[in-house]
């Protein structure tokens, strides 16, 4: 292995996931320069002066999609560092952010993208994306799927206000199996401060309201909402 240090470049991509349509899907763009030219991908794009890589990540979704990520959590999935992830030169490597949101504006393509638009993860399909972007992608919905099971982050995808029945569809969506109704209810109520009543509800066509609820202050799951136990 050679001694010589490389000379590197740094980028920030952002898998950015809500459910539309009862759909999980992820915002992408469509590059409107080279190298992939009007190939979909991740939003991102290169570190510029004293940023860091999250602020980096924010202001290329902004210039890219016209999205806000100040409302958004980030939260790193991993470095990739391939040494022919990006054919350009210097060598590039990224660090890329998952951040979950519900209800997410239709984005407006910017500077460096012909278009952006919301994409059903299952519908991400040859040729694929650029650059490595299905690999980040992949990780980031396996990372996504892992901490709807420890963590409380099924309420990201939710309004301020929501029912069992929309956490469940959230869990159905990301996890892509469906749950048993009273099992799902019974182990999301026991859970110490996932949800919190609002001892509102909402009017059904077809039946009694749904009760409605709230994100409680707990970020960990205890116990763990395990897909083994649901069968998935």
């Not at 990739?80 to 030169?89: E, G, T, V």
């Not at 949800?195 to 309201?209: D, I, L, N, Q």
Request: aromatic share 6%; glycine share 8%; charged share 25%.
């Amino acid at each position: 292995m050679s001694r010589a240090r490389q000379t590197v470049t740094l980028t920030a991509d952002l898998v950015i996931l809500t459910i539309r349509d009862g759909v999980l899907s992820v915002l992408l763009v469509e590059r409107e320069n080279e190298p992939f030219r009007g190939r979909m991908a991740l939003p991102g794009g290169f570190l510029r002066g004293d940023e860091s890589l999250e602020q980096a990540a924010a202001r290329e979704l902004a210039e890219e999609t016209g999205l806000d990520a100040g409302a958004l959590r980030l939260r790193q999935v991993g470095v990739y560092s391939a040494p022919n992830r990006d054919p350009r030169r210097p060598r590039v490597v990224t660090c890329a952010y998952l951040a979950i949101a519900p209800d997410l504006p239709v984005p407006v393509a910017g500077s460096d993208a012909r278009a952006a638009r919301w994409v059903p993860v299952a519908e991400v399909a040859d040729p694929g994306l650029a650059f490595d972007h299905d690999c980040i992608l992949a990780d980031a919905v396996d990372l996504a799927r892992t901490l709807l099971q420890f963590s409380t982050i099924a309420t990201a995808f939710c309004g301020p206000e929501f029912t069992i029945g929309d956490l469940r569809a959230v869990y159905e969506a990301v996890w892509g199996v469906g749950l048993d109704k009273p099992n799902f209810h019974r182990k999301v109520t026991d859970a110490d401060g996932f949800v919190v009543s609002t001892g509102g509800k909402r009017p059904s066509a077809t039946g009694r309201p749904a009760a409605l609820y709230r994100a409680g202050s707990a970020t960990e799951l205890v116990p763990p909402m395990m897909r083994s136990r649901f069968g998935a």
